[in-house]
């Protein structure tokens, strides 16, 4: 089954302070995503990457940068975190298969609160 | 981008019931999916139906796609306490996934 892991799962951090959320899949999927969720908001897309080295601008990529040194993993980092990124932020790994669609494989998600 | 969008933020039906939630979209499209997530928990898929296709089942789910008027529907029968979630669909578009907002479904006993 699809496995995708996310770390950590709470974390608390002081406005101004830098931020790291990691994502491993085990899918040997190419691509690889960044997602925000907000009550009110739904799934926001902030960065995502078509394979190792790759990272593009989603629609939300404002104060947050992202990393995919590997097949396997992609980082998402808040250098300044401020306390309008507190959130719950979701990772999720795909393979777009053209007319067949694109089936996402999420992680269960980083609880973040800045302070 | 223009989104897929659920026709209603929340639905609440007792066990046993079926329930149907709804999704309209603005462009055409080459499949569009369902999701349901639980309390805590990320999103995972329920259904993927293509374009081409006008229904299609997975257990006691039933997705239905009318291209014409851009919307699909999907349906839970007998539904339990288990179904409780949030439900969104998603259409394609190029390598991402556009979301709906989501309906929220509250199965009561």
């Known amino acids: 089954e699809a496995a995708v892991t996310q770390s950590p799962r709470n974390k608390v951090a002081v406005t101004g302070g830098k931020v790291t959320l990691s994502c491993n899949q085990t899918?040997?999927?190419?691509?690889m995503y960044w997602y925000r969720q907000d009550t009110g908001h739904g799934l926001r897309l902030i960065h995502y990457s078509y394979g190792a080295g790759s990272t593009e601008k989603g629609d939300i990529p404002d104060g947050y940068k992202a990393s995919r040194p590997s097949q396997e993993n992609f980082s998402l980092i808040l250098e300044l975190a401020t306390p309008s990124q507190t959130s719950v932020y979701f990772c999720?790994?795909?393979?777009?298969?053209?007319?067949?669609?694109?089936?996402?494989?999420f992680g269960e998600g980083s609880r973040l609160i800045v302070v | 981008s223009q989104l897929a969008e659920e026709n209603s933020w929340a639905l609440s039906v007792h066990e046993g019931e079926s329930v149907t939630v709804n999704c309209s979209y603005k462009?055409?499209?080459?499949?569009l999916q369902w999701y349901r997530q639980k309390s805590g928990k990320g999103p995972a898929q329920l259904i993927l139906?293509?374009?081409n296709e006008r229904e299609k089942r997975n257990g006691r789910l039933r997705a239905t796609l009318d291209t014409s008027s851009q919307s699909s529907s999907l349906s839970i029968t007998a539904t339990r306490c288990e179904d409780t979630a949030v439900y969104f669909c998603a259409r394609d578009s190029n390598y991402q996934l556009i979301w709906g907002s989501g309906t929220k479904l509250i199965i009561k006993p």
């Open positions: 139906i293509r374009s």
């Open positions: 899918n040997n999927h190419n691509n």
């Open positions: 462009t055409s499209i080459t499949a």
């Open positions: 999720a790994s795909g393979d777009y298969a053209g007319y067949s669609g694109n089936t996402l494989y």
